[in-house]
């Protein structure tokens, strides 16, 4: 019996050890997971957005040493459904406030800021080789227009801009336009880029869209103030979002007078 109470005596201390090691790696393990997931942040971004937020990026980057931004630029109505089906993310920000008021209704987005507005114009190609002058030339036979996809903010911007014409240009205006559509592109980006490539004579795009790169490639026809749209942008935190306080801190740069000051350079108007 002593020999066996010596070795269950000595047994003791590791058995203790033994019993607080999952204490112990429990709570340096949770913590590391924890630190991992505040690092990155996944912001989900109308693809209008894809030159301002990406200059915000290197900026949130450089503000927030250690963290890394993932972008991920497509339509609205793409990325609600991405965001529907489980997609991860941290930040929402829309061409519309319809999209945003979905994911809120869903409980996908806690409250929304708005914060920029946009307005839309014409891009045709360098040279304009269909000779489109004004918003009225778009119902010329003969010229091949393309738009984003119907769901997509700017064509539905685009719409309520034609059906405003109608009134100046007459009944069937809008109706003459899109009977010369030819396609539907995936988002704005998508759109823009087959003018200036030259494989479509026109489209509607945001003001916003043209920059200087793009610019270089196609020329821009004003769309009258009076038949225009105001375009406004919302912006919110996902509900389940894995980096709530890097969400937050993107929302508050984007709202902040540097985060505006770069929404202008790159063709938005200011939030209000």
Same mark, same amino acid.
Request: proline share 5%.
């Given at each position: 019996?002593?020999?066996?109470?010596?070795?269950?005596? $000595?047994?003791?201390?590791?058995?203790?050890?033994?019993?607080?090691?999952?204490?112990?790696?429990?709570?340096?393990?949770?913590? =590391?997971?924890?630190?991992?997931?505040?690092?990155?942040?996944?912001?989900?971004?109308?693809?209008?957005? @894809?030159?301002?937020?990406?200059?915000?990026?290197?900026?949130?980057?450089?503000?927030?040493?250690?963290?890394?931004?993932?972008?991920?630029?497509?339509?609205?109505? @793409?990325?609600? @459904? !991405?965001?529907?089906?489980?997609? *991860?993310? /941290?930040?929402?920000? =829309?061409?519309?406030?319809? $999209?945003?008021?979905?994911?809120?209704?869903?409980?996908?987005?806690?409250?929304?800021?708005?914060? %920029?507005?946009?307005?839309? @114009?014409?891009?045709?190609?360098?040279?304009?080789? %269909?000779?489109?002058?004004?918003?009225?030339?778009?119902?010329?036979?003969?010229?091949?227009?393309?738009?984003?996809? /119907?769901?997509?903010?700017?064509? !539905?911007?685009? $719409?309520?801009?034609?059906?405003?014409?109608?009134?100046?240009?007459?009944?069937?205006?809008?109706?003459?336009?899109?009977?010369?559509?030819?396609?539907?592109?995936?988002?704005? $980006? %998508?759109?823009?880029?087959?003018?200036?490539?030259? /494989?479509?004579?026109?489209?509607?795009?945001?003001?916003? /869209?043209?920059?200087?790169?793009?610019?270089?490639?196609?020329?821009?026809?004003?769309?009258?103030?009076?038949?225009?749209?105001?375009?406004?942008?919302?912006?919110?935190?996902?509900?389940? %979002?894995?980096? *709530?306080?890097?969400?937050?801190?993107?929302?508050?740069?984007?709202?902040?007078?540097?985060? !505006?000051?770069?929404?202008?350079?790159?063709?938005?108007?200011?939030?209000?």
């Amino acid at each position: 019996m002593g020999s066996v109470d010596g070795v269950g005596a $000595k047994l003791v201390p590791y058995v203790v050890v033994a019993a607080l090691l999952p204490i112990l790696f429990g709570c340096g393990g949770s913590a =590391s997971p924890e630190v991992g997931e505040e690092s990155s942040l996944t912001v989900y971004a109308a693809s209008s957005l @894809t030159d301002a937020f990406g200059e915000l990026k290197a900026n949130f980057e450089e503000e927030n040493p250690g963290s890394e931004v993932r972008l991920n630029f497509a339509g609205s109505s @793409t990325l609600l @459904t !991405q965001l529907e089906q489980g997609a *991860p993310a /941290d930040v929402f920000a =829309s061409a519309d406030e319809a $999209k945003m008021n979905n994911a809120v209704s869903d409980g996908l987005a806690q409250a929304p800021h708005i914060f %920029a507005s946009n307005r839309l @114009t014409i891009i045709v190609p360098a040279g304009n080789p %269909a000779g489109i002058q004004s918003y009225r030339d778009l119902a010329n036979p003969d010229i091949t227009f393309v738009l984003a996809q /119907d769901e997509v903010p700017v064509a !539905q911007y685009a $719409k309520e801009s034609l059906t405003k014409a109608n009134v100046v240009y007459g009944a069937s205006f809008s109706e003459r336009v899109l009977s010369n559509l030819a396609s539907r592109e995936a988002d704005v $980006k %998508a759109a823009a880029n087959r003018v200036a490539v030259g /494989d479509a004579d026109a489209t509607i795009v945001y003001t916003s /869209d043209a920059t200087p790169d793009l610019r270089e490639r196609v020329e821009t026809i004003e769309i009258p103030e009076e038949l225009n749209v105001v375009a406004s942008y919302p912006i919110a935190v996902i509900e389940d %979002a894995q980096s *709530p306080e890097l969400g937050q801190g993107w929302v508050d740069l984007v709202l902040s007078d540097e985060g !505006q000051r770069v929404m202008e350079k790159w063709g938005f108007e200011r939030a209000g």
